[in-house]
């Protein structure tokens, strides 16, 4: 099993959903959901496919054939 390192994660939000950027066929598609969507992402992978250059180093590759477990905690500031 693989866990992430301690402090190590990725977030982005944005006002529109997933399914309305899957949806979107040009930049103006995109439209404000009325909402806040929060992805958070325990593991990335460097780019890199070995077809349009070399792979990433081997610290930066994640093997997806072992388990992955990913944990966080959202604490209010008010």
């Known amino acids: 099993m693989i866990h992430c390192r301690k402090n190590f994660f990725?977030?982005?939000a944005h006002n529109y959903s997933n399914k309305t950027l899957r949806k979107a066929k040009h930049l103006?598609?995109?439209k404000d959901d009325g909402l806040v969507c929060l992805n958070i992402d325990g593991?990335?992978?460097g780019t890199g496919t070995n077809s349009c250059g070399p792979n990433p180093l081997k610290?930066?590759?994640i093997d997806f054939k072992d388990?992955?477990?990913f944990s966080f905690y959202i604490i209010p500031l008010m």
């Open 67 to 69: 388990e992955l477990s």
């Open 28 to 30: 103006e598609d995109i």
């Open 43 to 45: 593991f990335m992978r």
């Open 59 to 61: 610290q930066y590759r």
């Open 10 to 12: 990725s977030f982005s």
